[in-house]
């Protein structure tokens, strides 16, 4: 009779190591909205993630050891699998970078390019989002100038836009948008501004018509509803972090934020005569734009889509004017919600599909490794006559 047990290290090797290849690779479901243009070969694709909220000089040895490990995995087995042609991160980089000196954000840009991995080889923007910066209470110019000036992309205000593979995308500093006065505002402001100008400028000379720079968008402080000829879907990509305002948001609330000593507290009262309702909370996850903002960037820049993050959760729909936007889920184990990412086709004939990623959950990938060291602490149970030279090199490899 053939004596398969010493086959039995080499099986639990190689259940390993399927384990390692399976565990780490993204599973991807298109969007029905866009399911032709998703998998187009020649479009190009660009993947999104959001909420890294990593830790820098707080990162623990668990952290280094296990959960940044694997989520450098996803990132590696993302870029093998997907082929992506650039990388965008909406912003919660850092899980208190606000509170993070010089050194401590060198940790965090560290921690973040060993991540990404592979992605430094192609083009990559990141954008702020408030545990980056902090909220309005203490939103700091310089601050921002300085976090963002360390970051692919972005000017001193947090903003950017640009073209790839002729493709418009504009970037946003949320925070800024969502705070009452503030120069990073007025910053945002006259991106908004410029931008729109010059769409108006390409979409009139496309229809033979000249206007001069007297049709620049003018607009009060509280962002007076605009009228707009534009056509829907004709301008840039809209990446921030902050969702816009929607009709899911519970009973349509409109965020303000008050400063005080202690937090930054939320009024989350109804536009329906009930009384105010106050939550003091570090994070608020169902924070949006307001109406009037989002009003604003809508009838000025008439995106093409809004890809949004913040909320950890992946969500899809359409807004009041049909724009189409994409929330990204947190990319955290650290979040509340399932970890993935979001890749964007952009296809001919601004055709553009969306595919939602997800990751495997912290539990799920222990629960996988404490199986599999049962079963190898089974086998060697099983066998007979096994050194503990040779013990001790299975191990290893292991490990390895």
């Not at 047990?5 to 090797?13: E, G, V």
């Not at 939103?139 to 000017?155: C, T, W, Y």
């Not at 229809?207 to 004709?234: K, N, W, Y």
């Amino acid at each position: 009779m053939v004596d398969w047990r010493p086959a039995l290290p080499l099986l639990c090797i190689s259940a390993y190591l399927i384990l390692e290849e399976l565990i780490a690779a993204p599973s991807c479901t298109v969007s029905p909205s866009g399911s032709h243009v998703a998998t187009n070969p020649n479009g190009v694709k660009v993947m999104i993630v959001s909420d890294l909220l990593l830790k820098g000089p707080d990162a623990g040895y668990f952290d280094t050891v296990f959960r940044y490990t694997f989520i450098s995995r996803f990132f590696r087995r993302s870029y093998e699998k997907l082929e992506p042609d650039m990388l965008v991160v909406l912003g919660d980089i850092a899980a208190k970078g606000a509170e993070l000196g010089e050194s401590g954000w060198s940790a965090v840009l560290r921690q973040f390019y060993r991540l990404i991995g592979p992605f430094g080889e192609i083009p990559l923007v990141a954008g702020l989002g408030e545990r980056d910066v902090g909220e309005c209470c203490e939103l700091d110019e310089e601050l921002v100038g300085q976090i963002a000036s360390k970051l692919p992309g972005l000017d001193r205000t947090g903003c950017a836009a640009f073209e790839f593979e002729n493709v418009s995308f504009v970037v946003m500093n949320a925070v800024a948008l969502l705070c009452r006065e503030n120069a990073l505002r007025f910053g945002v402001e006259k991106l908004i501004e410029s931008e729109s100008f010059d769409l108006r400028t390409q979409v009139t000379a496309s229809h033979g018509e000249v206007r001069g720079s007297d049709e620049l968008i003018q607009h009060d402080s509280r962002f007076a509803s605009l009228e707009s000829d534009l056509p829907a879907g004709s301008g840039p990509i809209i990446l921030l972090h902050f969702p816009l305002h929607h009709a899911l948001v519970e009973n349509h609330r409109r965020n303000d934020i008050r400063c005080n000593r202690q937090s930054c507290e939320y009024d989350s009262s109804a536009h329906s005569g009930h009384s105010a309702i106050i939550e003091v909370v570090p994070y608020d996850l169902r924070q949006t734009l307001p109406v009037n903002e989002t009003e604003y960037i809508l009838q000025s820049l008439r995106p093409r889509l809004v890809i949004s993050g913040h909320a950890h959760h992946y969500h899809e729909y359409n807004l009041s004017d049909g724009t189409r936007e994409v929330i990204v889920p947190s990319m955290a184990w650290a979040s509340s919600g399932k970890p993935g990412f979001v890749l964007v086709n952009l296809g001919e004939k601004n055709n553009i599909g969306v595919s939602h990623c997800s990751l495997a959950q912290e539990v799920h990938v222990l629960m996988a490794y404490l199986s599999i060291f049962a079963l190898f602490l089974a086998v060697m149970l099983l066998l007979r006559g096994f050194n503990c030279n040779q013990f001790g090199l299975l191990i290893l490899y292991f490990n390895h």
